[in-house]
């Protein structure tokens, strides 16, 4: 499965940006999903994850209110939107795709559970 982001860009302080991923060679219909994010110097860290049945969400503290996921199967794709930004948000965003195999009804955070990984979008935030 080869993920591709796109929608990355410079935006200003406050402003909004919807992030998308979209999956080449199979489908992302039963893989949970999740974004991550990693500023430089600073390690890579869950931003949003989606559970295989859609039911359940979890979002890092600093996404939370801000930050939506979702996944449209018909397009194969996955999305983040990003609400009210701030400096520190300015990193290369990831998506993830995983674990195959493996239904989920919680959503994942852990990176290192996720199969596929896309070849990241940078965001950068001006203030």
């Known amino acids: 499965v080869r993920l591709v982001e796109s929608g990355g860009k410079l935006v200003q302080t406050g402003g909004s940006l919807r992030l998308s991923c979209e999956a080449f060679g199979d489908t992302f219909d039963d893989y949970a999903i999740g974004w991550f994010r990693q500023a430089p110097g600073k390690e890579r860290e869950g931003v949003a994850c989606l559970s295989s049945s859609d039911l359940s969400t979890e979002y890092s503290d600093s996404a939370k209110g801000r930050f939506t996921i979702s996944r449209d199967n018909a397009k194969n794709s996955i999305y983040l939107q990003m609400n009210a930004l701030k400096p520190e948000d300015t990193a290369v965003y990831y998506c993830?795709?995983?674990?195959?195999?493996?239904?989920?009804?919680?959503?994942?955070?852990?990176?290192?559970?996720?199969?596929?990984w896309g070849q990241g979008t940078q965001v950068t935030v001006s203030s």
């Open positions: 993830a795709a995983g674990p195959t195999g493996r239904y989920t009804y919680k959503p994942i955070s852990v990176g290192s559970e996720y199969d596929y």
